[in-house]
């Protein structure tokens, strides 16, 4: 087995959301994965196993400190980036398939970049008066500043709240612990003329209730912009920042395409190749 370091999201240079891949990972239990998942201790890790849909290129396992995820969009673009390097060859040359939890999940190679093909909700629609109150009593939000919350479930069971504005999502104050199960993300607009035009921030519980402020996250990204297009608050395509509070700077192409399908998009980077797992 092999690891590789990867970079998703950065802005530039290792400024973005640091994945490992394991490649040949066939022979590991879930157990193992988690616990190695828990010992490199980033958002999330994944596992390169055999495909069993003969329409994907190649099959992932996707885990976070507190277990195994269905579908994230960072690891996604990271793993696809982590094949291609290895000499994965994609059966059509424009379209690459990953197999993982969540079913089918299409990449495709975007201005120069990876850009996934959001999976559809799994559910949606706004969240219930307490709801809304207990996300942000979560990561002590002021509700003033909150305009609407939503269900944003692609697979992590995103709680979505959309603040006045880009500043008041910066100046949110996370505590350091919540219930497992937390997975709350902020996003608010820039000002006009701004380079880019939303701020996200995204805060999950890991196995042991500490609250996790995650760099970049292609899967709220994901359920953000299709909420965002939905609502008609974006159109065709706009970019997005993410990362400025833990120290990262990332970048997320979000766009949606004559079929209604979002995508989401960003710079990759190997950082570290072929480390041998003993």
């Known amino acids: ?23 040949d990972a066939g022979g590991m239990d879930a157990s193992a994965m988690l616990a190695l998942t828990r010992w490199l ?11 069993t849909d003969p329409a ?11 277990g195994e995820l269905p579908f994230a969009g960072h690891p996604t673009l990271g793993t696809c980036h982590a094949w291609l390097a290895a000499g994965g060859v994609a059966r059509n040359a424009d379209r690459i398939v990953q197999q993982c939890g969540a079913g089918l999940v299409p990449i495709a190679r975007d ?24 996300a942000a009593q979560r990561v002590n939000v002021a509700p003033a500043s ?15 709240l959309r603040l006045r504005s880009a500043a008041d999502v910066l100046a949110v104050e996370a505590p350091a612990r919540a219930p497992v199960g937390t997975e709350i993300g902020l996003v608010g607009p820039h000002p006009e003329g701004h380079p880019v035009a939303f701020e996200l921030r995204a805060f999950f519980a890991d196995g ?24 008609g608050l974006a159109t065709d395509r706009y970019h997005a920042a993410q990362g400025q509070r833990t120290g ?27 480390a041998t797992l003993a």
């Open 1 to 23: 087995m092999k690891l590789d370091l990867i970079d998703v999201f950065g802005a530039d240079g290792n400024t973005g959301n640091p994945l490992a891949v394991v490649r």
């Open 41 to 51: 201790g980033f958002s999330e890790t994944t596992f390169l196993v055999p495909a």
């Open 56 to 66: 994907a290129d190649y099959c992932v396992r996707i885990f976070y400190p507190a």
């Open 111 to 134: 201005h120069g970049a990876l850009a996934f093909r959001a999976p559809p909700l799994r559910r949606s629609g706004p969240l219930t008066a307490a709801e809304r109150d207990t």
């Open 146 to 160: 909150i305009v609407d919350a939503v269900h944003a479930d692609n697979g992590p069971g995103w709680q979505l």
């Open 208 to 231: 042991n209730g500490r609250l996790v402020e995650d760099p970049v996250t292609g899967s709220l990204n994901a359920a953000a912009a299709q909420y965002l297009f939905g609502a």
């Open 248 to 274: 990262c700077d990332g970048r997320v192409a979000a766009r949606i395409d004559a079929d209604g399908h979002v995508w989401i998009g960003g710079r990759t980077a190997t950082v570290a190749c072929g």
